[in-house]
């Protein structure tokens, strides 16, 4: 007789948008013939999700599944992180690069198989000052302008505010002073961009630092000085190869910690969302999260 294994599932209604209000029924039509019974969480506001997380890692709830984008996965990692509670993922958001990362199929009834197999990973988070975790990539300067325009426009479809944002950030960006630590190494100048990224890609497949491996202890650190903007749509295609370290002024790196500072307040968003403002630092909790990954163990 198959074991029924009973989850929470975390539902974003407004994941991709609005495609999670539409497919989440479907998903627990497929779970429970995964044979997983689940109980579904709406989410009402930001942060819901984190907090009925938080409540049930507290009482040693074994599995929760996050049924959404990356902004629904770091709200449950931010409930569970640190406990013994599992997390499934079932892909419903516009860009799923940790899903992706875990080789978790975006098809949801191989999505809700690969939590019946329950192959369980675990793998680092990444801290932010001592307040919130990320799993995947956090972004400071050129792209994090972007995430905050289509954040204002969540009415709107979620790619094409991320390319209006993009279009409109490509015409009236310009580069920001920073002082970066991290090791034995100090950056203080002008970036386009800074990427903090625990898995390879953020953006919808864009390999933005493609060493990164999440299970090292380690934040790879993809470092864009100030860049002619004649040049940036030479330097896209590259990104989504992994190759773009070849340009001058584009440097990788990788710490356990990184202290960022500037003159001028600056947003860091990850994994989606806004997280906070300089000044800041990220450190890695090494392998702090449980994951149900996918059939190669989570190698995209």
């Given at each position: 007789m198959k074991k029924t294994i009973h989850a929470k599932l975390f539902v974003n209604p407004a994941a991709g948008g609005s495609k999670c209000r539409k497919s989440y029924r479907a998903v627990v039509r497929k779970l429970t013939e995964a044979g997983i019974?689940?109980?579904v969480v709406l989410s009402e506001y930001p942060g819901h999700i984190a907090d009925v997380?938080?409540?049930?890692a507290a009482t040693g709830f074994e599995t929760v599944i996050a049924c959404g984008g990356d902004g629904t996965i770091n709200e449950v990692i931010n409930g569970i992180a640190g406990t013994n509670t599992v997390m499934g993922i079932v892909p419903l958001g516009t860009a799923?690069?940790?899903a992706a990362n875990m080789a978790i199929s975006k098809n949801i009834k191989r999505a809700c198989a690969i939590i019946k197999q329950r192959q369980v990973k675990k793998i680092d988070v990444v801290r932010i000052n001592n307040d919130k975790f990320f799993v995947g990539t956090a972004c400071l300067g050129f792209d994090a302008e972007i995430a905050a325009f289509a954040s204002r426009r969540r009415n709107l479809c979620p790619f094409l505010t991320h390319v209006l944002g993009g279009m409109v950030k490509y015409i009236s960006y310009s580069p920001k002073t920073v002082d970066i630590r991290f090791e034995d190494q100090k950056y203080f100048g002008d970036i386009f961009l800074v990427a903090f990224g625990n898995i390879k890609t953020y953006a919808k497949g864009m390999?933005?630092?493609?060493k990164a491996v999440p299970d090292d202890a380690l934040l790879d650190i993809c470092l864009i000085t100030r860049?002619?903007?004649w040049k940036l749509p030479f330097v896209i295609p590259s990104v989504y190869k992994g190759t773009h370290a070849k340009y001058k002024g584009i440097t990788m790196h990788q710490?356990?910690?990184?202290?960022v500072q500037t003159s001028t307040p600056m947003d860091l968003y990850a994994d989606g969302d806004f997280m906070t403002t300089t000044p800041f630092r990220l450190n890695v909790v090494p392998r702090h999260l449980n994951v149900i990954v996918g059939p190669d163990g989570g190698k995209p």
């Open positions: 019974m689940c109980d997380a938080f409540d049930l799923n690069d940790f390999k933005i630092t493609p860049m002619p903007k710490a356990e910690a990184v202290y």
